[in-house]
């Protein structure tokens, strides 16, 4: 994944992986990690916390927790205790609340045994100490993890040459896609297989809009993730920070204020016009969550996605398109991490149970998909399931590889065997490899941070005039430090090539 909206794109979006929206709930549980105190983030049924089997505070993202969320947690916990002699606390961070909550968390020192990130905030979250290294340990205790992963990926969450998290072996390049309701395809007569670009997606989203009427809004977007895959072309240096990158094929490596290039600027007035006209929904810039059941959207995803999507959002068939990638960069790697606290006390079970995860088909498939019997049925023993709820809030994309778990009925039978192939054949990013080190840059990313985070949800929504805002916001980036983290990541990537 790319950029923090793509990966909460990729987070917000890949309901292929999700199996719901909304926020979570729940009441008290007593936490085993150490300095914890009672919480209420867990439903009311969760059993005591046994002496002799620990149980791990795992705090991920996901949709709104079920009544039968316990219940399927339990499951788990009995599978998970006879075979590993560990248990799990799920905490489920809401899509809308992701950002703020997962923050608080790290700046605050509340205990947690593994934590769900991406490359928009992992080295810094790194840089901050909240995770452990687990170079030698990951080695040491879960040899078949480190076995199962491959270098590639392992290489490309290195921060300062350590492993600091389990990557999601998955769909680990880039491959971007347009997804449209087939009942407007058919509708408007739209050509969906060539469009490529915001520009080609003009004629279709307008006809959509004039044929539905004032209060239809043919592309929704939410405030965190506006257009999904909008900054793909530039390469995120890992930072997780749009306004700085790399063209992804530029051989120069050159670093770039990235709002500033003509590509960026066209695109953005795009968007603005789009939402004048009222394609966008005008609450865009505070909206949360998606709504379902969306006439048009972008994705990061791959084959068969959109069978789970059409459970999701009760469309009867969503048609979907790829234009973009496959591409490798070290944010795409990064895209989907679990890391372990740093002050966790259960630092080697946390990892005998995410070896657990990905190794083993059927709490896999549990957690991918829920309460067998409820959420799912089997259909060919662990391979193929058939999705029986739509209320499921876990995005399994969070959690472990996609090539120990089932494919959905309806979806292709070699589904993760066309992923793998999209990882083999994808191009890479002229950078890949490298990871901009903020040990000595955190107050001007902070302060740049804090810039971007003021205007980037009506820029990145078309709520905002580009042609007006973006000189404001880069002189204000540039007042913040811009020019700091430009030059050091330039002398970076410069040495890291040689």
């Not at 630092?347 to 799912?376: I, S």
Request: charged fraction near 20%; glycine fraction near 6%; aromatic fraction near 10%.
């Amino acid at each position: 994944m790319k950029k923090s909206w793509k990966s909460i794109s990729t987070m917000c979006i890949l309901t292929l992986m999700a199996t719901a929206l909304a926020a979570c709930g729940g009441t008290k549980t007593d936490s085993t990690t150490e300095g914890s105190t009672k919480t209420t983030d867990t439903p009311k049924d969760t059993p005591a916390v046994s002496k002799e089997v620990p149980t791990l505070v795992w705090w991920t993202i996901g949709g709104q927790v079920p009544n039968n969320f316990s219940k399927a947690i339990d499951a788990m916990n009995a599978y998970t205790a006879e075979k590993i002699g560990v248990k799990i606390d799920i905490k489920v961070a809401s899509w809308g609340e992701w950002d703020t909550k997962i923050n608080t968390i790290v700046n605050t020192g509340e205990p947690f045994d593994i934590m769900f990130t991406n490359s928009g905030k992992y080295s810094k979250q790194v840089a901050l100490g909240a995770f452990a290294d687990i170079s030698d340990l990951v080695q040491s205790e879960t040899p078949e993890l480190y076995k199962t992963i491959p270098q590639k990926v392992w290489e490309g969450t290195k921060i300062g040459g350590k492993y600091y998290s389990v990557p999601t072996y998955k769909d680990s390049s880039l491959t971007q896609y347009w997804v449209y309701d087939d009942k407007y395809v058919q509708k408007y007569n739209i050509d969906i297989n060539n469009i490529k670009t915001l520009q080609d997606l003009d004629k279709p989203l307008q006809a959509m809009k004039a044929g539905e009427g004032k209060s239809f809004y043919p592309l929704p977007m939410t405030q965190s993730e506006g257009l999904n895959g909008f900054f793909n072309d530039y390469d995120d240096l890992t930072l997780g920070f749009a306004p700085v990158g790399v063209k992804a094929d530029d051989a120069s490596r050159t670093v770039v204020s990235v709002l500033e290039q003509p590509d960026v600027m066209a695109n953005l007035k795009l968007l603005h016009q789009w939402y004048q006209a009222g394609i966008i929904n005008p609450d865009a810039p505070t909206k949360t969550e998606n709504q379902k059941g969306r006439p048009f959207f972008a994705a990061q995803a791959f084959p068969g996605a959109e069978v789970s999507w059409q459970i999701n959002d009760a469309v009867q068939k969503y048609d979907m398109v790829q234009h973009y990638g496959p591409i490798y960069t070290t944010s795409t790697i990064q895209g989907s991490l679990n890391a372990i606290s740093a002050n966790s006390k259960y630092k080697k079970e946390a990892l005998k149970y995410l070896e657990l995860v990905n190794t083993d088909p059927k709490l896999r498939n549990m957690l991918a998909f829920g309460e067998l019997g409820v959420d799912y049925k089997n259909v060919d023993g662990e391979k193929v399931i058939e999705r029986t709820s739509d209320t499921w809030p876990l995005a399994a994309y969070t959690q472990g590889t996609f090539f120990n778990l089932a494919v959905t009925k309806g979806a292709p039978v070699d589904q993760w065997e066309q992923v793998k192939k999209l990882n083999d054949v994808a191009t890479s990013s002229t950078i890949l490899g490298f990871a901009l080190d903020i040990g000595n840059l955190q107050t001007e990313v902070a302060n740049c941070q804090a810039v971007w985070d003021k205007y980037k949800y009506e820029l990145i929504t078309g709520a905002s005039d580009p042609e007006k805002m973006i000189p404001k916001i880069t002189a204000e980036l540039k007042s913040a430090g811009m020019d700091t983290i430009m030059k050091t990541a330039q002398e970076q990537i410069n040495n890291y090539f040689k």
